[in-house]
């Protein structure tokens, strides 16, 4: 199931909240819950007109290297800096960064000052939403100042590019070593997580979230 982020923000965020808070117990409880936290999300950083009734806007502002700019000049260092703002709870950066590929007549959509604030319900709504991945994504010990890094797959495309949980370290953890040990009940081998990021407007944006437990 795809979806836009901005009008199901809770979705993507589902599997992550409920492995870091699920309890220590086992058998049919346990199985039940792991069946049922399988989830695919597209993640996207701006709202279509019909829902809020807003504009988005291909303005945004990174947290690139080098300063704001509008998304990332590689996938690498969109997933980086995506990353690096979810750890210190810089949600709105991460919102800047986020966007959603063009499909049938819709146009590509990018993060904005408009969808991103939190002087809307639907901006406050977003942010709310990427702080919860906060907890699984962070190191312990954590750091002010993490330090990320993202090697590409080596099907990564001139348009695509998708980043497994394993190719993507936080202070030389990978994020699939970091969500495991935030989570109860789950073990190596048992989770993917994938970080999806497309060229849009000549930029690269974090579109996709898939989680899948089992």
């Not at 597209?42 to 998304?71: I, M």
């Not at 966007?99 to 901006?123: F, K, N, R, V």
Request: aromatic share 4%; charged share 20%; with cysteine.
């Amino acid at each position: 199931m795809t979806t836009g982020w901005m009008t199901t923000g809770a979705l993507t965020t589902a599997t992550l909240v409920g492995l870091t808070g699920c309890s220590d117990g086992s058998g049919s409880d346990s199985a039940s819950e792991s069946d049922s936290a399988s989830h695919s999300a597209s993640a996207s950083a701006s709202a279509s007109a019909s829902a809020e009734g807003a504009t988005p806007t291909a303005e945004a502002s990174s947290a690139t290297a080098g300063g704001s700019s509008e998304g990332g000049e590689t996938p690498e260092a969109t997933v980086e800096a995506w990353v690096a703002a979810v750890v210190k709870g810089d949600t709105k950066e991460a919102c800047l960064l986020m966007g959603e590929a063009a499909t049938g007549s819709s146009p590509a959509q990018t993060g904005s000052e408009e969808t991103c604030g939190t002087d809307s319900a639907q901006g406050k709504r977003i942010q709310d939403t990427v702080g919860q991945f906060k907890e699984s994504f962070t190191p312990d010990p954590p750091t002010a100042d993490p330090k990320v890094e993202a090697t590409a797959p080596a099907d990564a495309s001139a348009e695509k590019a998708v980043f497994p949980a394993d190719r993507i370290t936080i202070d030389g953890k990978t994020l699939e070593e970091i969500i495991i040990s935030n989570s109860t009940g789950v073990g190596p081998g048992q989770l993917d997580v994938k970080i999806g990021t497309d060229k849009l407007d000549g930029a690269w944006y974090v579109t996709d979230m898939d989680f899948n437990l089992g």
